[in-house]
């Protein structure tokens, strides 16, 4: 038996691909959800992929009196990855209390649970560059100042690692926040991947539903910023290389090689890449011509952003490997399966 690790929303997005991670590396997983944004058969999906399908219970973190007993249940969980929060930017501004409500409430409540354990467990936080708004200075490094939230989902991040840092300190509870840059792509098996409810916010879903014909048009937002050809520049970053950085991040707290009772790394390539360049990459790979025109800029984005990766390379000896266009590839694989409705058909299998 490998050791148990809790992840939480851990059929979401990153949460799903990093449960595999952790599988392939010995680790027995156990997943906390309230399906809020993810359905349940995605932990048969990761049992199609690794072989061993992870424990998984359904309730809301929020529920303190469900978290203390699981805690109970589970006296010998030696690590929690913590995923599960809202993020939606525009949703935060129309429902900043929904926000600050969720996402603190569930993390003081996982805190509490974590400190009565008699082993207490590590703790990794998931994070974002968000913190950093527009850095002075690029590539950001994790000493850059952090800077008035542009919303309360990322004000929610700030005021996470601040109660993560003051607890680490006094409860001795080891942690470390990954500040991610913008993960996109999907497994390579394409079984699992990014399932956005509705209209999706974030560039490459938009991109892979417009190309299979879910929606009309991509709109990009703004060609007027101060970059090479007028679009926003991000720092994307395939999952499954993300989840590798959360598994290592965790050894390095179990194996109790942190430095300081919290710690922060960025987690990106180091290169930044326009909308118009991810838009071409798409293309290129897939062979899809995409529709797509300009228009004004979108309320709150950041002109440019990439990471200085230095830090989580050294320390924690982890590089992303996978470039753009293996981040495309795998995105629209996945798309296709989904509008070949593989999502029906588990439902069936069911
Ligand atoms: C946002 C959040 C980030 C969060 C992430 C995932 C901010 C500043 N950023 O990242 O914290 O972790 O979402 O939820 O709060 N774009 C278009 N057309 C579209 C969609 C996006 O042109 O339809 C452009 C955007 O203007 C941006 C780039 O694509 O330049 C990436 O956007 P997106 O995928 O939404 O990520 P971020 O805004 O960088």
Known sequence: MGKKILVTGGSGYIGSHTVIELQKSGFDTIIIDNLSNSI??????????????????????????????????????????????????????????KYYHNNLVSLIYLLECMRSQKNQPKLVFSSSCTVYGQPDQLPVTEKAPVKQAMSPYGNTKQISEEIIDDSARQTGIASISLRYFNPIGAHESALIGELPIGVPNNLVPFITQTAIGKREQLTVFG???????GTCIRDYIHVCDLARAHVVALQRLLEEKNETPHEVFNLGTG????????????????????????????????????????????TLGWKAEKGLDEMMATAWAWEKNMAAGILNNLNKNK
């Open 40 to 97: 349940p058969e995605i932990v048969d999906q990761i049992a199609r992929i690794t072989g061993k399908k992870p424990l998984f219970e359904k309730f809301d973190m929020t529920a303190r009196p469900a978290l203390e007993e699981f805690f109970k249940r589970h006296a010998d969980i030696a690590g929690v990855i913590h995923f599960a929060a809202c993020k939606a930017v525009g949703e935060s501004v129309a429902d900043p209390l």
């Open 223 to 229: 060609n007027d910023y101060n970059t090479p050809d």
């Open 271 to 314: 290169t930044g890449y326009s909308v118009l360049e991810a838009i071409q990459s798409f293309e290129k790979t897939t062979g899809v011509k995409l529709n797509w025109a300009f228009s004004g800029r979108r309320p709150g984005d950041v002109e440019k952003v990439w990471a200085d990766t230095t830090l989580a390379n050294l």
